[in-house]
């Protein structure tokens, strides 16, 4: 059995004798790194114009639905027959449920578009940044 050191400064002695695995390339690791956080940045903006997208058409949709209803509004205070009215108020119920079912498609696209893009970026570097690692690894530890 090997004698512990008996002072700090033999501690480089101790530590010679033993072989430890050689590691990855370090240099290749940083710069997996640093291709991760600009495909990271890269996610996050194309999630962020994706929000925006959403939100100017929300507001859009928003406008628009004011728009109806004040129309509809008018063009009911002009029908005094009361059959009419309820023949007119159902008919603005159904194509004011139809746009809004529209509406709620075309957000749903947008937001999965946004995301998706998001995330297929984020996938592919997470694939590459694999081979990039384990190709560090592997050029470290050959033997030369």
Known sequence: MSELPQTPTDFTKFFSSFSFPAGPE???LMETQKRN??????????????????TQRQM???????TDVAEATRSLT???DPKERTVRQTEMVKTAYEK????????EDLLRKSSGEALDLIHGRFL???????????????PE
């Open 128 to 142: 590459e940044a694999m081979d990039e690692v384990k190709g560090a690894v592997e050029r470290k530890t050959k």
């Open 60 to 66: 859009e949709v928003m406008r628009r639905q004011m």
């Open 26 to 28: 370090m240099t290749a």
């Open 37 to 54: 956080l600009a495909a990271l940045a890269a996610a996050n903006k194309l999630l962020f114009e994706g929000a925006q997208a959403i």
């Open 78 to 80: 002009t029908v005094t």
């Open 100 to 107: 809004s079912v529209a509406d709620l498609r075309e957000i």
